[in-house]
C-alpha cells in the first residue's frame, strides 16, 4: 500500500482550485440532503505528522453551515478518558443523523501508537483490529456513511515539513516530541499503518492520498465524500447484514422451566443481607484500587424487583465510585444516533461500578414487539451485543446480567398493591398493564435472548423474585463470587508480570 505509492504528477493549480470550489459548492448542496435522508457522516482522516490532516478538514468545511458538521480530534485526550475502552471516543463522537463528523485522527493512529511504543501486547493488537472491525461494522450497519482518508508523505517531504514548522516562532508548536519520534521511526511507521490498513479495509475501504500536492489531495478528498454522500443518497440507508460468528454460550432454561418457589427465612435474610453488604463494600475498595470497571445489568419483569434488588446493593457501595442508570425510551439525541450510543456514554471508569436497570437488551425485547426497529435489526443485534459485551470482558470489565424473574399471579398481586397504595402509585402505569397482556410475546423474546447472548464472559443468572428477598440474597451471592474472582485473577496476573489495568 504506502510502499508501492506513486505521488501523482503536478497538475495546473488555477484548473485545481476551479475544481475544488465547484466540489465544496456540491457538499454544501448535499448537507440539505443529509438532512433529508437523516444519513450520518463520519470522515476519519489519519496520516503523517505534518502530512496537512488539519488542512484538509479546514477545506473539507470551509464552505458548509456549521450547524451541521462537527470536528473532533480524539487524539488529544484528557486523562479521564484513557480509563473508558479505547473506542469510546470515537463512538462518543459519532454525529447524529443528518450530521457530519470530521475526525482529525482516531482509531489507526491510537492503534499503531500504542502498539509500537510497546504500550498494547501483540494479541492485544489482534483484538483491537477485530474490535475495530466490528465498530465500523456496526455503524455502517446501523446506516452510517463512512470515509476513511490517509494522508502519505514521504520522509523527506515530512522532515522539510517538520523542519518549516519547527523554525517559525508561530507554529513551532504544532510540532512536538511524538512527531519527531514518528519521522526518526519512519520506516517502523510506514509497515504498521501499512498492517493496520490492510487488516481494516474490508468493511470500509481506505483511500491513500498524496498529501505532498496539496491542492492535488483536497480535490480527491473532496471528490471521494461529494460521491460517497452521492451514492449514499441514492441508495438510501445500508440495512446490514446478520454475522454467522459463534459465540461461546452458557446453557440457559426457559422462563417456563424455573421453580419460582424458593424462600428465605426473614431472619436469616437479615444475616445473610448484611454480611454480603459488608463484602461488597470491602471489594468495591479493591476494585478502585485495582482499576476494575464493573457493569451489572438489571432485566425483568415489571414489578419484579428490580429497584429494590439495586436498592440492596447500591447500598454496600461508595456512592463516589458507581452511578445507577434508570434506562427509558431514548431521547430525541439518542434515537439519532446508534441504539448502543447511549450505552457507550454511561460505561464506567476504571474502577468504578456502573448499574443499568433496564439496558440495551431493549433492541430485541421492546423494540422488537413494538415495532420500533426492522426485523433485520433486532435479528442483528444479539450478535451486535455479543460483540459490545466482549468488548467490555476484553478492556477488563466483569459483566453480570441478571434477569429479575416472577410469574404473572405474583406481577398481578404487586400491580394491584401498587394501585391501592398512594405512595406507590407513581409505579403504575397504563404501560405496565399494556405490557402485561403481551406476556407470552416477551416470554419468547425473553428465552431468545437468554439462549443467544448468555455468554461465557457475560452470562445471565435467572434471578428468581416471588420472594424477593430471596432474589436480593441470590443477586448478591453472584456479585460477591464474581468480584473476588475478578479481584484474584488481577492479582495473578501482577504476580505474573503483567501490566495493570488502564
Not at 92 to 119: C, Q
Not at 155 to 169: G, H, M, T, V, Y
Not at 263 to 276: C, F, V
Not at 285 to 307: F, H, Q, S, T
Request: net charge neutral; with cysteine; proline share 4%.
Amino acid at each position: 500500500m504506502l510502499k508501492d505509492f506513486e505521488t501523482k504528477k503536478k497538475e495546473d493549480k488555477t484548473a485545481l482550485g476551479a475544481e475544488i470550489k465547484e466540489l465544496q459548492s456540491k457538499l454544501l448542496g448535499q448537507q440539505q440532503e443529509l438532512m433529508k435522508a437523516k444519513l450520518p457522516v463520519v470522515v476519519l482522516i489519519e496520516g503523517w505528522s505534518a502530512a496537512g490532516k488539519g488542512s484538509l478538514i479546514k477545506e473539507f468545511i470551509s464552505e458548509l453551515d456549521p450547524r451541521f458538521y462537527h470536528v473532533e480530534s480524539p487524539k488529544v485526550m484528557p486523562e479521564s478518558e484513557e480509563r473508558f475502552p479505547f473506542l469510546y471516543p470515537y463512538m462518543k463522537a459519532i454525529p447524529v443523523n443528518g450530521k457530519v463528523t470530521f475526525l482529525d485522527s482516531g482509531w489507526m493512529e491510537n492503534v499503531v501508537r500504542k502498539y509500537l511504543r510497546h504500550e498494547i501486547t501483540k494479541d492485544e493488537y489482534r483484538r483491537r483490529i477485530r474490535q475495530v472491525n466490528e465498530f465500523e461494522r456496526q455503524l455502517r450497519d446501523g446506516g452510517y456513511v463512512i470515509l476513511k482518508i490517509f494522508l502519505h508523505v514521504s520522509k523527506q517531504e515530512q522532515f522539510e515539513r517538520i523542519q518549516s514548522l519547527a523554525e517559525n516562532p508561530e507554529t513551532e508548536w504544532r510540532i512536538d516530541r511524538e512527531d519527531l519520534w514518528q519521522h526518526m521511526e519512519y520506516k517502523r511507521f510506514m509497515e504498521a499503518y501499512d498492517d493496520f490498513m490492510e487488516k481494516t479495509g474490508d468493511i470500509t475501504g481506505w483511500h491513500i492520498l498524496d498529501g505532498s500536492r496539496r491542492k492535488t489531495a483536497v480535490r480527491d478528498a473532496l471528490r471521494l465524500l461529494v460521491q460517497r454522500v452521492e451514492r449514499a443518497v441514492q441508495e438510501g440507508r445500508y440495512e446490514g447484514i446478520t454475522s454467522e460468528e459463534d459465540f461461546p454460550l452458557k446453557e440457559m432454561p426457559l422462563l417456563s422451566e424455573i421453580d419460582l418457589s424458593q424462600s428465605i427465612d426473614s431472619d436469616e435474610y437479615k444475616k445473610e443481607l448484611k454480611k454480603l453488604q459488608t463484602r461488597i463494600s470491602e471489594l468495591h475498595n479493591i476494585l478502585y484500587r485495582r482499576k476494575i470497571p464493573v457493569i451489572l445489568c438489571y432485566e425483568g419483569w415489571d414489578a419484579a424487583g428490580k429497584g429494590g434488588n439495586i436498592r440492596r446493593l447500591s447500598y454496600a457501595l461508595d456512592p463516589r465510585g458507581f452511578d445507577v442508570h434508570p434506562i427509558a425510551s431514548p431521547l430525541p439525541h439518542e434515537l439519532s444516533r446508534h441504539y448502543l450510543w447511549r450505552f457507550w456514554t454511561r460505561l464506567p471508569k476504571t474502577g468504578h461500578i456502573a448499574i443499568y436497570d433496564r439496558t440495551w437488551y431493549g433492541r430485541v425485547m421492546v423494540e422488537r414487539l413494538e415495532g420500533f426497529c426492522t426485523e433485520k435489526e433486532w435479528r442483528r443485534a444479539y450478535h451486535e451485543i455479543n460483540e459490545f459485551e466482549r468488548m467490555l470482558t476484553e478492556w477488563g470489565a466483569v459483566v453480570l446480567k441478571f434477569w429479575i424473574h416472577i410469574d404473572q399471579d405474583t406481577q398481578l398481586a404487586r400491580f394491584k398493591d401498587r394501585e391501592n397504595t398512594p405512595e406507590k402509585q407513581w409505579k403504575i402505569t397504563d404501560e405496565d398493564w399494556r405490557n402485561r397482556e403481551k406476556w407470552p410475546e416477551y416470554e419468547i423474546a425473553v428465552n431468545d435472548l437468554l439462549q443467544k447472548t448468555s455468554t461465557k464472559n457475560a452470562p445471565w443468572y435467572i434471578i428468581e423474585s416471588n420472594d424477593k428477598n430471596y432474589a436480593r440474597i441470590k443477586t448478591l451471592r453472584i456479585i460477591v463470587k464474581a468480584l473476588e474472582k475478578a479481584c484474584e485473577k488481577h492479582f495473578q496476573r501482577m504476580m505474573e508480570g503483567s501490566a495493570p489495568l488502564r
